[in-house]
């Protein structure tokens, strides 16, 4: 399904810009053809490496500048779709009056022809942002049933990959443990690839700090590199998961509740069973959960769920995109929401995964939560 997606992709942005963009260039016919090299490059950037280099067809073994410049082509021609589809709007009812104006003409093919330098340099300045360090950010939420405050460090969304090594995520370690939390979460998607491949990355983890410990969920991305291992290897680092489970952390303030992702069916593990995860858990007690995918929220609410944490979405990287995102998340993407009685946060995420490393007005994140009794 993935690879269809893929090359399906490929086959609109590639005819698309040729249609748009290549053919009308005044040019000679070889030019346009040298110009369908970086075109196809960057539509069809992971069959093409793929069948080149081998490997994975999401990983594959072709040298990093390779697979960041294919990357940075395609980036630029998503942004280049939105553009051009936002122009293609705009022009439509002038074209359709003046159809014959020459000027008009003239103006529509010079801002389409800015475009792609436009969309090249937002998609370099984009994946710029997308592999910085994460900032902290804090917030305050009012919990019924709630006896102390309680502090909560945030991560999710990792991705640890051939980008992002041990020393990314020293950083990472050193940020959350500045902030003294009470306990450490994490929703999710902590790599991509294969453990013998990123364990020293993630090796840092064992260093997370807090008064009542890490707990983890998995995310759909974990289920791609052979999650069994890869939490084997994270719950010897200090790390304690939450497949459809509860515990009362610390001296059991509240109910901090986790469920797998969807993506387990595709492993034959056991699908997202909120019954399961709450059973037995208490009444006077509020519950946090952490899920992967902000979605379940609706379910949640049923449940009687307090507050859900959640990533996946990346805050929907950038505008445009955050929209179209929005749709599949049932409109949950980036911050908070409520769903009947339930409070619904979602991160932008700690780090991104690189096969769409992209990030415009979406700073990546480390969360604080500060849960405070309501009065």
Known sequence: MFVISTVGIGCVLFGYMLWRIIWPLPLR????????????????RYPLLYKIYGGHFFRPACPMAVELLCTWLFTALLIL??????????????????????KLHKVKFTLFSLAAPLAMGTAAWGMYQA?????????????????????????TDLHADRYKQAEFFREVVARTNALQADAIVITGDFEDGHIYQLAPALAPLRHLKS???????????????????????????????LNNEHVLPGPGHLVLA?????????????????????????????????????????????????LQLSGHTHGGMAPGL??????????????????????????????????LPLRLFTPAEITLIHLIPQS
């Open 131 to 155: 592999f910085t360090l994460p900032e902290v950010k804090e917030i305050t939420l009012t919990i019924p049933r709630l006896q102390h405050p309680v502090r909560l460090a945030m991560l």
């Open 81 to 102: 779709l939105v553009l051009l589809l936002a122009m293609e709007l705009l022009f439509l009812l002038p074209s359709l009056i003046w159809r014959r104006s020459k």
């Open 258 to 306: 986790g469920i797998t992702d969807p993506a387990a069916a595709r492993d034959n593990e056991e699908a997202p069973n909120l019954d399961k995860a709450l059973a037995g858990a208490p009444q006077d007690k509020p519950t946090i959960l952490l899920a992967h995918q902000p979605r379940i929220a609706v379910a949640a609410a049923r449940h009687g769920v307090t």
């Open 211 to 241: 008064r009542w410990g890490t707990y983890a969920v998995h995310g759909n991305h974990d289920y791609f590199s052979g999650h069994q291992a890869w939490q084997r290897y994270l719950s010897s680092l200090g790390i304690r998961f």
């Open 322 to 355: 955050r929209q179209l995102i929005a749709l599949s998340n049932d409109g949950l993407v980036q911050g908070l929401y409520r769903r009947d009685n339930t409070l619904v946060y979602v991160s932008n995420a700690t780090s991104i995964w690189s096969g």
């Open 29 to 44: 016919w070889w030019w346009k053809v040298l110009l369908c090299v970086p075109l196809g490059l960057g539509a069809f």
